[in-house]
């Protein structure tokens, strides 16, 4: 097995998620606050997103369309902190309490998280 397949079979601490038709999962415990503020997020950057799409179809001055370009990239950064914290505060926590074991692979995907998102 390379590292690769490796890092995508990673044990999540969510812990057992409920697995969906598509191979999608679950989270296992999800802050209803937090859910609320991501997806009135998600709707506003869907908003900045169609404003991109006409600001390119009117072809408008490059530099006012990389700026909006920025402003999504920084708003979904908001979004995937949100996400990293109540990963941490009820996943990661939660998997690192259980055992040492569990703690360890909830260290690594951490540290992996991390890496990948912090691009």
């Not at 700026?67 to 990239?73: D, G, H, I, K, M």
């Not at 914290?85 to 260290?107: E, F, I, M, P, T």
Request: proline share 2%; glycine share 6%.
């Amino acid at each position: 097995m390379n590292a690769e397949t490796s890092q995508s079979a990673a044990h999540c601490a969510c812990g057992p998620a409920t697995d969906h038709t598509d191979g999608s999962k679950q989270a296992t415990a999800v802050d209803p606050d937090i859910k609320k503020r991501n997806l009135s997020r998600l709707r506003r950057i869907e908003g900045q997103v169609r404003g991109l799409q006409k600001m390119v179809e009117e072809e408008r001055w490059c530099a006012d369309v990389l700026t909006q370009v920025s402003s999504v990239q920084e708003a979904l950064r908001g979004v995937s902190r949100e996400l990293m914290r109540n990963h941490l505060k009820h996943c990661a926590a939660s998997a690192a309490r259980q055992s040492d074991g569990d703690a360890d692979a909830v260290y690594d995907e951490l540290v992996e998280l991390m890496f990948k998102y912090a691009r």
